[in-house]
């Protein structure tokens, strides 16, 4: 099923088809018009240069008009290999499609409504024809239905002619039209952008993501530059300005020799306080006893890091480099 573009707005033509694998562009007066452009003839010649195939309206009240109209267009400098030609469904429309088709000029039948105009289409030669679905849709029609009689009468009767489901309002048409079979599709962009998306994949590529880090990344990598350490002779009080400062739950505590005598949490905090009361502020840090912190090497993975974290159910980790603290790991770097 080709897969084409719906739309006249520049920015957007030239994101979507950056993406390499859209077949081509539709486009229409009234796009044109809802983006304030006055130069079409400038506009189409641009977008010539930009994707794959164009299709462009040719208009005239009678069929010499729209023949003469697609053939301007052909020498302002568009590729014949490469553009069709879109011709609302009428007597003359369907006069001149046939006239265009015997030069092999590429034609797209488009408003249809019924099934009849369809095959007076398909008769004529069009290479696409286009019934609006959401159009039909907003008129209480099913379009679906209609859709399907016509994929059904290219099949039977082996017309060389491939179906365009247009006038796509929702994801859900999507799925309608891969359902049916249609042979082409022309969506607008923001429709495009939903086709990839859903909520499961995210949560799954996400999860790749995390997992893939945990097994690549180390824990130097994924820690904080800040060190925040202070020394066995700082009090409390000021310890707890310093914990703040440096953001985090906890400080690491050295002695007199760089050696590190443990790491002071903010848990510890509160349980001393409600022992001790407001006076344990004025102690020093190497006052305290503390237990024997769990560390982690700075080149470990942190795949060894989320097991410590899952084991000990700690929030931060002791990271050191041979004998020496140089920094903490919080749970969140992870």
């Known amino acids: ?87 609302p469904i009428s007597m003359e429309g369907i006069t001149a499609c046939k006239m265009l088709r ?38 209480g029609h099913d379009a679906l239905a209609l859709i399907e009689e016509c ?40 429709i495009l952008q939903q086709m990839p998306e859903n909520n499961f994949t995210t949560i799954g590529t996400e999860q790749f993501y995390e997992d893939t880090r945990l097994m690549k990344v180390r824990v130097k990598e994924a820690m904080s530059s800040t060190n925040p350490v202070v020394s066995g002779d700082t009090s409390l009080k000021d310890a707890i300005v310093k914990m703040t400062e440096y953001g985090f739950g906890c400080i690491i505590i050295v002695g007199s020799n760089g050696e590190t005598l443990g790491v002071f949490t903010d848990g510890d905090l509160r349980r001393l306080l409600q022992k001790n009361g407001r006076d344990i502020l004025e102690c020093k840090m190497s006052d305290f006893k503390y237990k024997t912190p769990i560390s982690i090497d700075s080149q470990e993975l942190l795949f060894k890091a989320s097991e410590l974290f899952k084991t000990h159910k700690v929030d931060n980790l002791l990271v050191t480099e041979g004998d020496k603290a140089i920094g903490l790991l919080d749970i969140q770097d992870i």
């Open 151 to 190: 994929v059904n009468a290219v099949n039977y009767y082996g017309y060389n002619t491939k179906i365009m489901f247009s006038s796509v309002r929702n994801i859900e048409h999507v799925r309608n039209a891969i359902n049916i079979g249609v042979h082409t599709i022309t969506v607008p962009y923001r």
């Open 1 to 87: 099923m080709e897969l084409y573009l719906d739309s006249a707005d520049i920015n957007e033509i030239e994101k979507a088809f950056r993406l390499g694998f859209l077949d081509g562009l539709t486009t229409t007066p009234t796009f044109m018009h809802r983006h304030g452009i006055t130069d079409i003839d400038g506009l189409i010649l641009k977008l010539a240069k930009i994707v794959p195939v164009l299709q462009v309206e040719a208009l005239g009240r009678h069929a010499r008009d729209i023949y003469n109209e697609a053939h301007r267009l052909l020498d302002l400098g568009l590729d014949k290999e490469a553009s069709v030609f879109k011709i």
């Open 102 to 139: 015997n030069e092999d000029i590429m034609v797209n039948v488009h408003l249809v409504y019924t099934l009849q105009q369809a095959y007076m289409a398909m008769h004529a030669g069009a290479n696409y024809v286009c019934p609006l679905v959401g159009r039909l849709q907003d008129q």
